[in-house]
Every structure is written in structure tokens, then in C-alpha cells.
């Protein structure tokens, strides 16, 4: 099992640049392919990143070229750098884990963090 906590939200101005961090707990942190998923007011979670227990990332459409996911297995912890953000962005963010990349991908992980809340002003 493992524990998920987020860290880096914020208010920042369209444009703008935050990163995001996600800290997990448990001994088998490299068994897991991990993952950043998106709930903006009034809509369905949404997918944002994954990336494999061997480091391939996956972006969606949405952030591809804005966003970029990576993981340090030696610190457990898995990151969002957000660069370009705009309003549209605004969204709590969560962390998912799971221990197969398929099913992060397809946003179904079984283990989630609280979120974090992203805000992007215009």
C-alpha cells in the first residue's frame, strides 16, 4: 500500500510556472507507476500525466508541451513542472499510484492523495 501527500499549488498569473510534488510513503515507492490527474468545479476528473515504474512518461493532448511529469524513485516522490499555465488549468490536483501503467493511464489508479489546488488567474 501507499500513501500519497501533494505539495506546490498556488494562485499564479496565466503564463506562469508552478510544479507540483507528490511524497509517498511505503517501501515499494519503484512498484508503482504514478500519475497526475485533474478535477476542475462543476467537471469530471481529467487525466493530465503518468509516468511508468521504468520512467516513460505520458502526457494528455490538453498540457502536452506545457506539462512534464517525472519521478525520483531514490526520493520517492513524483513531480508536475507546469509551464504555460492558463486559466483553463484551474483545477485540484491529484497524485494516483498504481502498480500498473494501463491503469493509470486510463484514470482508475487505487491509490489517490487529498489534491492540491492550482489556480490560474488571467
Known amino acids: 500500500q501507499v500513501q500519497l501527500v501533494e505539495s506546490g499549488g498556488g494562485l499564479v498569473q496565466a503564463g506562469g510556472s508552478l510544479r507540483l510534488s507528490c511524497a509517498a510513503s511505503g517501501r515499494t515507492f519503484s512498484s508503482y507507476a504514478m500519475g497526475w490527474s485533474r478535477q476542475a468545479p462543476g467537471k469530471e476528473r481529467e487525466f493530465v500525466a503518468g509516468i511508468s515504474r521504468n520512467n516513460i512518461p505520458y502526457h494528455a493532448e490538453s498540457v502536452k508541451g506545457r506539462f512534464t511529469i517525472s519521478r525520483d524513485n531514490a526520493k520517492k516522490l513524483v513531480y508536475l513542472q507546469m509551464n504555460s499555465l492558463k486559466p483553463e488549468d484551474t483545477a485540484v490536483y491529484y497524485c494516483?499510484?498504481?502498480?500498473?501503467?494501463?491503469?493509470?493511464?486510463?484514470?482508475?489508479?487505487?491509490?489517490w492523495g487529498q489534491g492540491t489546488q492550482v489556480t490560474v488567474s488571467s
Open positions: 494516483a499510484a498504481d502498480p500498473d501503467f494501463a491503469t493509470v493511464l486510463d484514470d482508475r489508479s487505487n491509490y
